[in-house]
């Protein structure tokens, strides 16, 4: 079935270091491939996203790379700061119609020391 | 900026009781979401609701549970008789364009006992 891995599951780094989380996806069809950050007590916010017809977008200190070869997707962020903590959760999904559901990833824990 | 809200933010109840969560979607999306998660877990698809209709579901969607529109604002989820196992954060989300830009409210914790 629809499956998406996630590693690392904790992230700890230095405040200017830069953090990269790598996503799995085994459904073939997936298309779109979007970033959430989950902040203690909220809800999921979208970050950055990409489609597959694409290799790589970037939005300021975040960039999302698409393998769809080898079905790998990244987040990176660079120059990391302590607001960047929180936790990341890839997802994939075969895109719009609204017939479709975002799978996400178990989530990795970043956590950005100063 | 437009958000998703939800209420209650907290929800005790004991095993048998139903339960109701509510959601009021961002007010110009059309496709509507419920997902939970399970504390330290990944967030889990629930279903899908698109034209005043069920568009998906998953296998944790089962006859106990159900969504409603009741209007043109509100999205609710219900339980009809509360499981320990289903002790979780829940959030709606919503989206203009399907499973795209979601966009998740705060959720409710349900806790039940």
């Known amino acids: 079935g629809e499956n998406v891995e996630q590693h690392p599951s904790t992230l700890s780094v230095q405040e200017g270091d830069s953090a990269v989380i790598k996503c799995t996806y085994s459904?073939?069809?997936?298309?779109?491939f979007p970033w959430y950050k989950q902040e203690l007590g909220k809800g999921p916010q979208l970050i950055i996203d990409?489609?597959?017809?694409?290799g790589e977008k970037k939005d300021q200190r975040i960039a999302v790379t698409l393998n769809k070869t080898a079905k790998h997707f990244s987040l990176h962020i660079t120059e990391t700061q302590p607001e960047d903590s929180a936790v990341y959760f890839c997802a994939a999904s075969r895109g719009s119609g609204g017939y479709n559901k975002l799978i996400f990833g178990a989530g990795t824990r970043l956590a950005v020391h100063p | 900026e437009p958000e998703v809200t939800q209420t209650p933010s907290h929800q005790v109840t004991q095993m048998g009781q139903e339960v109701i969560l509510r959601c009021v979607p961002i007010?110009?999306?059309?496709?509507f979401y419920w997902y939970r998660q399970i504390l330290g877990q990944k967030v889990e698809f629930l279903v899908s609701f698109y034209n005043n209709e069920i568009s998906e579901k998953s296998e944790i969607f089962d006859d106990q549970f159900s969504v409603e529109r009741p209007d043109g604002s509100n999205f609710t989820l219900k339980i009809r008789s509360t499981k320990l196992e289903d002790s979780a954060m829940y959030f709606c989300a919503s989206s203009p364009t399907g499973p795209e830009k979601l966009f998740f409210g705060s959720g409710t914790q349900l806790s039940v006992l």
């Open positions: 007010s110009n999306h059309l496709y």
């Open positions: 990409i489609r597959s017809n694409v």
């Open positions: 459904d073939s069809a997936s298309n779109y």
